[in-house]
């Protein structure tokens, strides 16, 4: 055999080496046979570099990116297949995949000041406009590029397949379900960038054979083509892949946030008002007028006849003239995140000030205590909980960056109610 290696190579660097090459080797030999299985890990090398990209030869993408595909950008027709690649930890741009909805938020490749909002690198952002035009269009129902999802799953450069998408949600239109959003940099220099909404469809297994007929520009007359997929093409229906949580409670660390940058935000937010619990009664109001839109009305009780309840408003549900409004009562808690929680005695407080049809909404830089939250699910106390993770990831989503949500918070004003 010929060996490329010099005398005084190690022997055992050698072995290594080969090792690698060996399971570099399997993972490219086994791609073509590998079906996409939702949430299943797919792995690459261990060389250290970018070379450990599953994403090549388990698809035939480039390598690094958010976005893949394979064909032309320059026109939806000319594209065969999109792959996105999320990481899941951008904190200025944090995509989304909620699971229970089967709904991911996901933002374009335009996250830095000094370009264009199509002039990126890997053209992520002409290749969204191109699948939302074409989600829009009626006419296009004949082709249109598969879109996979795949997260970082934590080792190495490994990813996790996380389903099949399509543009837009069965109760978006087309001024909802792509738009371009205006960020501010570091240095106050302002930028446009796409936020973007996928469906991901109810597809458990995108099989080989169709991955290779949608290669092969045979996506839609595919003998192996999902059903979800094919029945939003033709009839723009969707089917998406939903999972509700199992758990009726959650612990304090799925309450609290578990990274250092939520961290952050959470701990600026208790320090700005841990002296001040009407103000942060009028920030938690806020707070829950981003979760809520639909919130019509609210105003504040006066802290020193407020009979239990921080706030109250009122919830419209339906649109229109048709629409019908829902009394709602908050309470607010801004305790010390890593500190104590939200106990029973101050939940029952609560609960206990909720009129007839009224539900209660509790929000807290803190979680709920174990006891609490079990009491609150097995008696159905229609109670909305706001922890501190909720709030973090409500404000990344809505707000935008740290700097963005500070100067957020420093624009609160408050008024109480007559």
């Known amino acids: 055999m010929f060996s490329c290696y010099g005398s005084d190579f190690p022997q055992d660097k050698k ?10 080797s399997r993972v490219i030999m086994n791609a073509d046979a590998k079906d996409l299985i939702v949430d299943k890990i797919y792995t690459g090398s261990r060389l250290g570099n970018a070379s450990d990209d599953p994403l090549p030869a388990l698809l035939g993408v480039s390598r690094g990116g958010g976005f893949r595909y394979i064909g032309n950008r320059t026109a939806l027709e000319d594209l065969l297949l999109v792959v996105l690649k999320s990481n899941f ?6 995509d989304h995949l909620d699971r229970e909805t089967g709904i991911f938020t996901y933002y374009g490749d335009n996250k830095k000041p000094g370009k264009q909002l199509h002039d990126t690198p890997r053209g992520g952002n002409r290749i969204l406009t191109h699948l939302f035009a074409g989600r829009h269009d009626p006419d296009v129902n004949t082709h249109f590029p598969p879109i996979l999802l795949f997260g970082r799953a934590g080792e190495y450069r490994d990813v996790r397949f996380l389903g099949l998408a399509v543009p837009g949600a069965q109760s978006l239109g087309p001024d909802e379900d792509a738009v371009a959003i205006w960020r501010t940099g570091n240095q106050n220099e302002r930028f446009q960038n796409y ?21 092969n520009k045979n996506a839609a007359d595919s ?42 935000v959470l701990k600026s937010i208790y320090n700005k008002y841990k002296n ?23 105003d504040l009780t006066r802290p020193w006849r407020d009979g239990g309840r921080d706030a109250i408003g009122e919830y419209r549900i339906g649109k229109g003239a048709s629409s019908i409004q829902v009394d709602f009562a908050l309470e607010a ?19 206990s000030r909720l009129r007839h049809r009224q539900f209660g909404i509790l929000v807290t ?20 909980i706001l922890c501190g993770s909720d709030i973090t990831t409500l404000l990344k989503t809505k707000i935008g960056s740290r700097i963005q949500i500070e100067k957020w918070l420093n624009s609160l004003t408050y008024r109480s109610a007559d």
């Open 15 to 24: 072995n290594n080496v080969v090792g690698e090459l060996k399971t570099c």
């Open 89 to 94: 930890n951008d904190p200025d741009w944090p």
């Open 195 to 215: 936020k973007a909404i996928f469906t991901m469809l109810d597809v458990p297994l995108v099989s080989r054979d169709w991955l290779a007929d949608v290669k």
């Open 223 to 264: 003998k192996h083509v999902p059903r979800p997929w094919i029945e939003w093409l033709k009839f723009r229906k969707y089917h998406p892949l939903v999972s509700p949580n199992s758990l009726e409670t959650r612990t304090k660390k799925q309450q609290i946030p578990d990274n250092s940058e939520d961290n952050t």
């Open 276 to 298: 001040d619990p009407h103000g942060f009664e009028a920030c938690a109001l806020e707070i829950a007028n981003l979760m809520m839109p639909d919130i019509c009305k609210a």
């Open 333 to 351: 808690k801004c305790y010390d995140p890593s500190g104590k929680g939200v106990g029973v005695k101050e939940l029952s407080r609560l609960i």
């Open 365 to 384: 830089t803190s979680y709920l205590a174990s006891q609490a939250y079990s009491e609150l699910k097995e008696d159905g106390h229609p109670v909305v």
